[in-house]
């Protein structure tokens, strides 16, 4: 098998400061607790850590070689010497994207490119080799790894690409240098650093800067930022824009969906082809999704019934949607595990879904929230909790734990009948959920990041039984 990158090409991208010793790598990655045998470690610096006091472990984990910007006092192995290691990663993944003959994708969005991104990246690898963003690595450092893992043998790259700040995407976006640019949804996520949904919808056009020549985008129908999106494709010279969503104008369009708790069976028509096919992830924005990844493959040039087949294997991951089967006393509790991350768009949607997942006899449906984070200071943040108020009623929880200092604001929303605890923390609030749950409960899990609710579900399972099959 070829090598990922060899010596000679790592140091015609880097232009080092000294020869390199001749090397093979067949990786790339920036985490010495994550370098494999022949790996190219790069030494980052963070604003915790520096890259370079990891260099000698890498070197001893196996790594083919090191970049570094300094000397590195017993380091035993090959080192590439650069002036500044974060721009190398940079150039490197330029270089990994020039040599490529694959069909590129980015992805981005409020909600649901990371989901989409794993959706594209099954659809696609059932048809011919694809690379795919590995987790969330959607940001500066993320997206170049990715390019530099990008295998020249590759017939598709699918590549998520994220933000939380102006100015973010369009330097990633002309990294990518994608034929094939989709923007799931524009929401109200981030806006505290953003100020507004225009200016996410701004930042999120950037996405078809750099894109390659014939081009498409591929953009939310049903989003009254559609025509503010499309604008934005045509000012970086992307003429073939694509809508997808329930709209009758939509070139791909959601023509039906049965929505079950364990999935959906769905009906779209793609330019004027009703494909129907069933979907492994439960929720109407996963179907949704999946008919912007259907558009995503046709405008690609893959085929768009394999990719329709593919779907039903499509699962939710932990933190992200996933569903756990649990003991728990005589019988078990359904675990909905969305911990990673919240905004007021996806904790409705996964609120939807509670909805409709049925608790077993004797059980009830029990909701864990933490705080959304990036949504503004003080009244603004809190009026989007609040907010919630009405989606938390009609999802039919029993029982809602919340914790967080905004989650209070929900908190004074909720039915005296529903309130289970608020507590400052996840910490605070994990041991009082797993103890108020009984055999038959449903339990749906969701936060920010920063609010460290899998510290909840680990308590949950922890005082299960174990995990039994769905």
């Known amino acids: 098998m070829t090598a990922l990158w060899t010596s000679d090409e790592v140091s015609k991208a880097l232009s080092p400061v000294t020869a390199v010793a001749p090397f093979m ?23 915790t850590t520096d890259g370079h006091g990891f260099v000698a472990d890498a070197l001893a984990r196996g790594a083919a ?44 969005g409020s909600v649901g490119k990371t989901s989409t991104k794993d959706a594209l990246r099954a659809m ?15 940001n500066h450092v993320g997206v170049p790894i990715s390019l530099t893992r990008l295998p020249r043998e590759a017939h598709y790259g699918v590549f998520e690409i994220g933000m939380n700040h102006p100015g973010e995407i369009e330097p990633l976006a002309r990294q990518v240098e ?24 701004d930042e999120k056009g950037c996405l078809f800067a750099g894109m390659a020549e014939g081009a498409a985008a591929v953009l939310n ?42 999935g959906s069976d769905v009906a779209a028509l793609i330019h004027g082809r009703r494909i129907e096919y069933r979907l492994g992830a439960a929720g109407e924005h996963w ?24 779907l039903a294997k499509v699962k939710a991951s932990p933190g992200r949607g996933a569903r756990r089967m649990l003991k728990f006393g005589a019988g078990a509790i359904e675990l909905l595990d969305e911990s990673y991350n919240a905004n007021p768009v996806s904790v409705r949607a996964m609120l939807a879904v509670l909805s409709r997942t049925e608790p077993k006899p004797g059980g ?36 809602v734990f919340l914790c967080g200092s905004h989650m209070q604001a929900l908190w004074q929303c909720l039915a005296p009948a529903q309130r289970g605890v608020h507590r400052p923390d996840s910490a605070s609030l994990a041991g009082e959920v797993a103890t108020a749950l009984r055999a ?14 899998k510290i909840v579900v680990d308590a949950i399972v922890a005082a299960s039984g174990g995990e039994v099959g769905l």
């Open 25 to 47: 790598a067949d990786g790339v990655t920036f985490d010495s607790r994550a370098v494999g045998k022949g790996d190219l470690f790069f030494a980052l610096g963070g604003e």
């Open 65 to 108: 070689a090191a970049v570094v910007s300094r000397d590195v006092e017993g380091a035993r192995g090959t080192l590439i010497r650069v002036p500044d290691t974060m721009k190398a990663l940079v150039d490197l993944g330029r270089a990994g994207r020039r040599r490529s003959k694959a069909r590129i994708a980015s992805v981005t």
């Open 124 to 138: 696609l690898s059932a048809q011919a080799p694809t690379s795919a963003s590995v987790a969330s690595y959607n």
């Open 178 to 201: 994608a034929h094939v640019g989709v923007i799931t949804n524009v929401g109200a996520v981030h806006i505290g650093h953003m100020g507004s949904e225009e200016a996410i919808a």
């Open 221 to 262: 129908r049903d989003s009254r930022h559609y025509d503010r999106l499309a604008g934005h494709a045509r000012r970086f010279g992307v003429s073939r824009i694509v809508g997808f969503g329930r709209s009758e104008a939509a070139e791909a369009r959601l023509l039906a969906c049965d929505l079950q708790d364990s």
């Open 287 to 310: 179907a949704l999704n999946s008919v912007a990844a259907l558009a995503v493959v046709e405008a690609l040039g893959a085929d768009v019934a394999i990719a329709a087949a593919t």
């Open 364 to 399: 009830r449906r029990v909701l864990a929230l933490g705080d959304m984070r990036e949504l503004g200071e003080g009244a603004d943040a809190d009026a989007y909790h609040a907010g919630l108020a009405d989606a938390v009623a009609t999802s039919g929880a029993a029982q």
């Open 440 to 453: 038959g409960d449903v339990i749906a899990v969701k936060g920010s990041l920063g609010s460290k609710m």
